[in-house]
């Protein structure tokens, strides 16, 4: 199983980032998915995931601000997150929730 983020970087807050997350090596159709991230010096947290009917359950941090989404022809899932925080700078992981096959983690960076 192979898991790739792209479309992190370094952004201003109240700025925008669109994370995409590419799965390989299994039914992508069949099973949830899920973002985490982890900022230093902390645990990692779950901030979002997406079952395979699409049905999505958010972390209260931030409901309203992220969205998450898929595209079972693409075997994709995005993060779209809007409205950054300098808080919100961490390595974001995407995820086949609730399995351990994890991405390579791709850096959000928010300045204020």
């Known amino acids: 199983v192979q898991l790739v983020e792209s479309g992190g970087g370094s952004v201003q807050a109240g700025e925008s980032l669109k994370l995409s997350c590419a799965v390989r090596?299994?039914?992508?159709?069949?099973?949830?998915m899920a973002w985490f991230r982890q900022a230093p010096g902390d645990t990692r947290e779950i901030v979002a995931r997406?079952?395979?009917?699409?049905?999505?359950n958010y972390a209260d941090s931030f409901e309203g601000r992220f969205t998450i989404s898929r595209d079972n022809d693409a075997d994709m899932f995005y993060l779209e997150m809007n409205n950054l925080k300098p808080e919100d700078t961490a390595v974001y992981y995407c995820?086949?929730?609730?399995?351990?096959?994890w991405g390579q983690g791709t850096q959000v960076t928010v300045s204020s």
């Open positions: 995820n086949v929730y609730p399995f351990s096959y």
């Open positions: 997406i079952s395979s009917g699409g049905d999505t």
């Open positions: 090596g299994i039914a992508f159709s069949d099973n949830s």
